[in-house]
């Protein structure tokens, strides 16, 4: 049989493809931009079917509806990666969190958490019969590998990427057609603090440098201020719209990558429509899985790597919270230490965590002098390089406990160096 009888074969509604998840079941969903809304919506609508379904997902950028508490007894979600939409669920009891490096999260599913279903969102078949993972290949592709079943939401509107981002027709079990607007991530408005972060950070960048970018509108704010440099390049989990206009403007342009040279390497993306029909049918773009991408060693083989995250909180030795405020869990560490890890061993890799320098509208400062009871250390001290804020740059790597909380506090908001300093005092039995 061809792959178009295939095609035709495995066609069904989206009911009729989630009535094949089972009472107990682990189901893994499409990451992120990438999530199948139509079939993530029709199996909570399946939910009286089920009970405890595990629901594995990362960044939830859909509707999270599994997440209600009306679907207590059908849905229970393991997060790997806590948002907006799967916080409270997570707070109240009614989910739970797994922390795991990026890169692992592949590994994850070949052993210890095997998924029975993976719910996908991916192109249309090309004339050989391959669909694309499109703006969210990560995890998704790599779940695809080992589920028992595989249910595909076919969207002509899903981009197709190139890249280790294929799947054939055959190794799908069910198709759903369904053409609708894949999830869009407006940018963010980016403050005066972010821009003036954002220009410290650019004077750590060099023409010829590959970024990562995290999450969030630094990032973006980082971006405004490299129109003036050159022959930038991209090793990035993920990225988002400002990417295009360097791009567009030929400041991104791969060239002096060491490592796929001339290519975008990424995983995911969130951004508008600009951003999808850029990457769509676009050879320079190399969707990989994310244990190839976010692997430490294979990041290592860049030059020039620079890599930038933000973060909650940061104490005086250099300690970086990324991920939670005290125990309440607001995110996860992602790619943030794989990037750290990868571009601290890279020759002339740069890591920097971004910030400003104070939260909840200036109430609090996020260079404190302990991380809050129960915050997650996610960069540890010993990886730990540039520290940025709206004041300036902090270089910790190398430097003693005193030289960085020295840093540190030059670092931070005015209205706390008073507090810091006199911690700073009494730990180091000197004068500021
Ligand atoms: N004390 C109290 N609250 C704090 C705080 C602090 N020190 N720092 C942040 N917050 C609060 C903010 O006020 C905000 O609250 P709100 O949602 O009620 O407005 C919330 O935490 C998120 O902070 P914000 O600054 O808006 O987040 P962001 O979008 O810039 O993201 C991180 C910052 C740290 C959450 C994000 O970068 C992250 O998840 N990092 C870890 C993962 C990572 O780095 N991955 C790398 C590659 S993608």
């Not at 139509?38 to 999270?64: C, F, P, S, T, W």
């Not at 981002?165 to 407006?186: N, Q, R, T």
């Amino acid at each position: 049989m061809g792959w178009n009888d295939e095609y035709k074969k495995k066609l069904c509604s989206a009911k009729d493809a989630v009535s094949r998840i089972k009472s107990g079941d682990r189901v893994v969903l499409g990451h992120a931009a990438g999530e199948p809304s139509l079939l993530a919506d029709a199996m909570v609508e399946n939910a009286a079917r089920y009970q405890d379904v595990e629901i594995v997902h990362m960044v939830a950028m859909g509707k999270g509806r599994y997440c209600l508490p009306e679907y207590e007894k059908n849905f229970r979600h393991n997060s790997i990666f806590v948002g907006a939409c799967t916080r409270k669920a997570i707070e109240e009891g009614r989910g739970d969190f797994t922390p795991i490096y990026f890169s692992e999260v592949p590994k994850l599913f070949r052993t210890t958490l095997h998924p029975n279903v993976l719910l996908a969102q991916l192109s249309p078949p090309d004339e050989h019969g391959y669909c694309s993972f499109g703006i969210s290949n990560d995890y998704t592709k790599p779940a695809a590998e080992c589920a028992d079943i595989v249910i595909a939401q076919i969207n002509r509107n899903m981009p197709r990427t190139f890249g280790d981002c294929f799947i054939h027709v055959s190794d799908l079990d069910y198709i759903v057609e369904a053409d609708m607007p894949v999830i869009e991530l407006a940018p963010p408005e980016i403050t005066s603090v972010e821009k003036a972060i954002g220009e410290n950070c650019a004077s750590l960048i060099h023409d010829g440098d590959t970024l990562q970018l995290g999450i969030g509108a630094i990032p973006d704010a980082v971006l405004l201020f490299l129109k003036d440099k050159h022959d930038l390049g991209i090793h990035s989990e993920m990225i988002s719209d400002g990417v295009v206009t360097l791009a567009e403007a030929g400041v991104i342009n791969n060239k002096k990558k060491v490592l796929n040279n001339g290519k975008f390497v990424i995983s995911f993306m969130m951004g508008t429509r600009k951003l999808y029909d850029f990457v769509d049918n676009n050879p320079s773009i190399c969707m990989m899985p994310i244990d190839y991408v976010n692997d430490p060693v294979v990041i290592a083989q860049n030059v020039n790597i620079v890599s930038i995250n933000s973060c909650v909180q940061v104490d005086l030795m250099g300690q970086v919270c990324s991920e939670s405020i005290g125990l309440r869990q607001i995110s996860a560490v992602g790619g943030q230490v794989d990037f750290v890890r990868g571009a601290n061993m890279a020759k002339n890799g740069r890591t920097i965590i971004a910030m400003p320098s104070t939260a909840a509208g200036g109430k609090v400062s996020k260079i404190v002098s302990f991380l809050d009871a129960g915050a997650t250390v996610t960069t540890s001290r010993c990886d730990v390089n540039y520290v940025v804020t709206e004041y300036g740059i902090a270089q910790l790597k190398g430097q003693t406990l005193r030289e960085r909380a020295r840093r540190l506090i030059e670092i931070a908001h005015p209205d706390f160096h008073d507090s810091l300093k006199a911690e700073f005092e009494k730990r180091f039995k000197r004068p500021f």
